[in-house]
T-cell receptor, first 114, second 114 residues
Framework: SAVISQKPSRDICQRGTSLTIQCQVD?????MFWYRQQPGQSLTLIAT?????????ESGFVIDKFPISRPNLTFSTLTVSNMSPEDSSIYLC???????????FGQGTRLTVV | AQSVTQLGSHVSVSEGALVLLRCNYS??????LFWYVQYPNQGLQLLLK??????LVKGINGFEAEFKKSETSFHLTKPSAHMSDAAEYFC????????????FGKGTRLSVIA
């Protein structure tokens, strides 16, 4: 299993500003992912965080809006840029060691944009 | 491509009654299947998983699920619901290709009535 620390756990931000969310894992992992969960909705994959290279974004998500860093195998950040109220969601970090294994999740970051 | 269908976005049961949450999947290869639970303001937690072997899988908190290949199903059950079971439940299937995350269903919200 893995211990995943995600910070901050929640935040209230002004529109037009940016927030960086951190995800720290207690061991090296191959795959790290970022999800968005809008109120009352399921998980939507934002991107795969690739170590040492640009993240792989899903359709509808772009690097300018959601820049992602992954400097090593235990840490990643997701930035929500130029926020609007529509960005109010829970953002979740997830890791998987290899294909066909279970995913482990951070506690999530509850973001409210006012 | 893999997909997961969870029948019923919201299920309500009385305390002590049987819990049945439905999950059907599509996969072109033998799947690995997972159930996750999300309590309010928390990340997702693995309940149980099926990889190979026995098709009836027991998980935490008294939940179990049965893999039925002929029905492409992996329904989650618990004989007697407890108030603390009220949460969101997600079914997931393993992807075909590497470096892609699990494929999640839309989730089922379980309410338990006293």
């Amino acid at each position: 299993s893995a211990v995943i620390s995600q910070k901050p756990s929640r935040d209230i931000c002004q529109r037009g500003t940016s927030l960086t969310i951190q995800c720290q894992v207690d061991s090296q992992v191959t795959m790290m992912f970022w999800y968005r969960q809008q109120p009352g909705q399921s998980l939507t994959l934002i991107a795969t965080a690739n170590q040492g290279s640009e993240a792989t974004y899903e359709s509808g998500f772009v690097i300018d809006k959601f820049p992602i860093s992954r400097p090593n195998l235990t840490f990643s950040t997701l930035t929500v840029s130029n926020m609007s109220p529509e960005d109010s969601s829970i953002y979740l970090c997830s890791v998987e060691w290899r294909m066909n294994t279970e995913a482990f999740f951070g506690q999530g970051t509850r973001l409210t944009v006012v | 491509a893999q997909s997961v269908t969870q029948l019923g976005s919201h299920v309500s049961v009385s305390e002590g009654a049987l819990v049945l949450l439905r999950c059907n999947y599509s996969s072109s290869v033998p799947p690995y299947l997972f159930w996750y639970v999300q309590y309010p303001n928390q990340g997702l937690q693995l309940l149980l998983k099926y990889t190979t072997g026995a098709t009836l899988v027991k998980g935490i908190n008294g939940f179990e699920a049965e893999f039925k290949k002929s029905e492409t199903s992996f329904h989650l059950t618990k004989p007697s619901a407890h108030m603390s079971d009220a949460a969101e439940y997600f079914c997931a299937v393993s992807p075909n290709s590497g470096n892609t995350p699990l494929v999640f269903g839309k989730g089922t919200r379980l309410s338990v009535i006293a």
